[in-house]
């Protein structure tokens, strides 16, 4: 258990629509980090907070957007959703604070599925 | 932005023998972090090993070790007595801590291991 906690774990939803992620942190983390891993695929940064405040964007659709809030936890907003949406979301968290050089712990993914 | 180069899509290895993973990248840093990580069927993103730019040992976690060539920028992943549970994709990750603590990720490589 890395301690990373992501809901829904499994979503099936139709084109069109609009889902929430969500990510609760391990304990003492202040970085979120969300990627998108397609079938077969690598994973694609989207973006990163630290503290509640972005701090870095990947390649992140219009249509998606993101948040960190005051306990840190975080949310992934995907809206309009397209058929090619369908995929392994993953939250990652990390200390990221200055002479902090640990690794990424990832969630277990929220699947996302758009019919 | 920093790169991270898996040049090996897919691997096979005997169960019992040797097998090593390559992954280059490309940096101007002097200080960095570099990691494998480890994706299952299950699709959990599990830290394999990690090693610190400014180490000159190899790290060794039982049966992994890593080959880091900094000067190449070559940081290579060995599985010995390698077993079934092994299958799985494995990810090179860079940890740039002097761009918000970014991580890079390389496009894997899917080993199979053969009873």
């Known amino acids: 258990d890395s301690g990373v906690t992501q809901t829904p774990k499994h979503l099936i939803t139709a084109t069109g629509q609009r889902v929430t992620l969500r990510c609760s942190p391990r304990s003492g983390d202040l970085s979120v980090y969300w990627y998108q891993q397609s079938l077969d695929q690598g994973l694609q940064f989207l973006i990163q907070y630290y503290n509640g405040e972005e701090r870095a964007k990947g390649n992140i659709l219009e249509r998606f957007s993101a948040q960190q809030f005051p306990d840190l936890h975080s949310e992934l907003n995907l809206s309009s959703l397209e058929l090619g949406d369908s995929a392994l979301y993953f939250c990652?968290?990390?200390?990221?604070?200055?002479?902090?050089?640990?690794?990424?712990?990832f969630g277990e993914g929220s699947r996302l599925t758009v019919l | 932005a920093q790169t991270v180069t898996q040049s090996q899509p897919e691997m096979s290895v005997q169960e019992a023998e040797t097998v090593t993973l390559s992954c280059t990248y490309d940096t101007s840093e002097s200080d960095y972090y570099l990691f494998w990580y480890k994706q299952p069927p299950s699709r959990q993103m599990i830290l394999v090993i990690r090693?610190?730019?400014?180490?000159?040992q190899n790290a060794t976690e039982n049966r992994f070790s890593v080959n880091f060539q900094k000067a190449a920028k070559s940081f290579s992943l060995k599985i010995s007595d390698s077993q079934l549970g092994d299958a799985a994709m494995y990810f090179c990750a860079y940890r740039s801590p002097n761009t918000g603590n970014q991580f890079y990720f390389g496009t894997g490589t899917s080993l199979t291991v053969i009873p």
């Open positions: 990652a968290s990390s200390v990221a604070a200055s002479g902090w050089y640990g690794e990424l712990f």
């Open positions: 090693q610190e730019a400014y180490k000159q």
